[in-house]
């Protein structure tokens, strides 16, 4: 998988220490988008599934890991087999995508929270944003605001 780069973050999920994964390549062209160096699909570093497991066994801190652009979800083949292998180390999956979430719910298997919505300027934690959070529950997706999430997940 083309990734761009790995960071631990702390404001990505509400509450959560997460491992972040910037993907490269993005093909949804925010008019805003602040990371262009991540839209050209640029062999960066070319991650296979044991070099990632890797990386996800030398991790302590981090429960969740949490994808970013770039767009996850224009590598989808890899972005599902990565996510199996996240979820069998018990972290739990959170996205972030430029696309809709109705455009891309076949591939959310695994996935347990997503923010979408392309980048138009306004942060998600923002009450005038565009973009919207879905965490699954036993019942299914559920739309939630930002300030209501840290009470939320888990
Ligand atoms: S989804 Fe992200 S990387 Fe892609 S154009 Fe929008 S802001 Fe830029």
């Not at 969740?64 to 224009?74: K, R, Y």
């Not at 996240?86 to 995508?97: D, H, P, Q, W």
């Not at 455009?103 to 979408?116: F, R, S, Y």
Request: charged share 25%; glycine share 6%; with cysteine.
């Amino acid at each position: 998988m083309y990734i761009a780069s790995i960071s631990t973050g702390f404001i990505e999920v509400p509450g959560k220490i997460s491992l972040n994964i910037f993907t490269q390549g993005c093909s949804v062209r925010c008019k805003q988008c602040q990371n262009e160096h991540l839209q050209p699909f640029l062999k960066k570093e070319d991650i296979n599934t044991d070099k990632f497991e890797q990386i996800l066994l030398d991790k302590e801190l981090p429960t969740w890991i949490c994808w970013l652009g770039g767009e996850p979800t224009d590598q989808p083949e890899e972005f599902i087999r990565f996510n199996k292998i996240i979820i069998k180390n018990n972290y739990k999956i959170c996205l972030y995508t430029g696309k809709l979430f109705e455009n891309i719910e076949n591939l959310l298997e695994n996935v347990d929270l997503v923010i979408d919505g392309p980048w138009e300027g306004k942060l998600v934690s923002d009450s005038n944003t565009n973009q919207r959070i879905f965490y699954r529950t036993n019942n299914g997706w559920k739309q939630y605001k930002w300030n209501e999430l840290k009470g939320v997940i888990c």
